[in-house]
Nanobody
Framework: QVQLVESGGGLVQAGGSLRLSCAAS????????WGWYRQAPGKQRELVAT???????VYVNDVRGRFAISRDNAKNTMYLQLNSLKPEDTAVYYC????????????WGQGTQVTVSS
């Protein structure tokens, strides 16, 4: 199993920045894809960005150029740098660890709230 704990959320004005962290513990080596998702009120959870164990990052169009995903393997921690924030980025942000070849290997953190005021 993998345990994930997010931190770093908060209230920020439009145009501001935040850095989210996701600390992982447990059998982290079995995970080969790490990601950030978000869920706004009344909406489904959606992908924000993923990073592979090799460091390849993928972003959805809405955040490309504004957000940056990274991972510190030595610290077993994943980050999401959020820049140029917009009110529509307001959501609960969740980190995820999964194995692309084993569908049952899929773990979530408890989420951290990001609120962007206009």
């Amino acid at each position: 199993q993998v345990q994930l704990v997010e931190s770093g959320g908060g209230l920020v004005q439009a145009g501001g920045s935040l850095r989210l962290s996701c600390a992982a513990s447990g059998s982290t080596s079995r995970s080969n894809t790490w990601g950030w998702y978000r869920q706004a009120p009344g909406k489904q959870r959606e992908l924000v960005a993923t990073i592979s164990s090799g460091g390849s990052a993928v972003y959805v169009n809405d955040v490309r150029g504004r957000f940056a995903i990274s991972r510190d393997n030595a610290k077993n921690t994943m980050y999401l740098q959020l820049n140029s924030l917009k009110p529509e980025d307001t959501a609960v942000y969740y980190c995820n660890a999964r194995n692309a070849y084993v569908t049952s290997w899929n773990y979530w953190g408890q989420g951290t709230q990001v609120t962007v005021s206009s």
